[in-house]
């Protein structure tokens, strides 16, 4: 069964130091992967995503990800973390063959200065 | 270009009404999605549609109906209002994904069941 697991409810980090979201993923057959961010309030927007290919993808605000197939991973990463950045972060993965999209419960980053 | 629109944006009901969300789209998309977001617990599909005349469960549909009769519209309906219902409701569409990138939301429908 198709299911996104976001092991991290709330994360704290320093502005200025690295970020790490994990994802975990389970799907059958090569998904399409994407991380989306919700600012308090705001909808949800479109930070990267991974269709196929070269399996680091490179995303908006600095975000990039990496896709390993063998751990069923998709990790989130930031070098240098700005408390602008401190929002919720949803992993999200879509079948390819039915188009079925759904998302991990999030992970909460806090900034802290 | 509205992109997708949602009504209503709030809504109370008693227990054991009945509501019909409404979703429209006017980006000819073939993907529509229902959400439910409740905090902490990010969003829980609750149907989706490929196109017209096709829809399937998601991970959370007890308790709703959807229908697809035109590409535009994706109504949501919800029998019988419980408690457990009350949520914020987003809709959402794209293209097929292999196609497209990301999703485009509606604002949301914040409901309360009391």
């Known amino acids: 069964a198709q299911s996104v697991t976001q092991p991290d409810i709330h994360i704290t980090v320093s502005e200025g130091a690295s970020l790490e979201l994990r994802c975990n993923y389970s799907y059958g057959a090569t998904p399409y992967l994407f991380w989306y961010v919700q600012s308090p309030g705001q909808g949800l927007q479109l930070l990267l995503k991974y269709f196929s290919g070269d399996t680091l993808v490179q995303g908006i605000k600095g975000f990039e990800a990496e896709f390993k197939r063998s751990q069923s991973s998709f990790n989130l990463r930031k070098p240098s973390v700005h408390w602008s950045d401190a929002a919720e972060y949803f992993c999200a993965v879509c079948s390819s063959n039915t188009g079925k999209l759904i998302f991990g419960q999030g992970t909460t980053l806090q900034v802290k200065p | 270009n509205a992109g997708v629109t949602q009504t209503p944006k709030f809504r109370i009901l008693k227990i054991g009404q009945s509501m019909t969300l409404q979703c429209t789209q006017d980006m000819n998309h073939n993907y529509m999605y229902w959400y439910r977001q409740d905090p902490g617990m990010g969003l829980k599909l609750i149907y989706y549609s490929v196109g017209a005349g096709i829809t399937d469960k998601g991970e959370v549909p007890n308790g709703y109906n959807v229908s697809r009769s035109t590409t535009e519209d994706f109504p949501l309906r919800l029998e019988l209002a419980a408690p457990s219902q009350t949520s914020v409701y987003f809709c959402?569409?794209?293209?097929?994904?292999?196609?497209?990138?990301?999703?485009?939301f509606g604002s949301g429908t914040q409901l309360s069941v009391l």
């Open positions: 959402a569409s794209s293209r097929p994904v292999k196609e497209n990138e990301k999703l485009f």
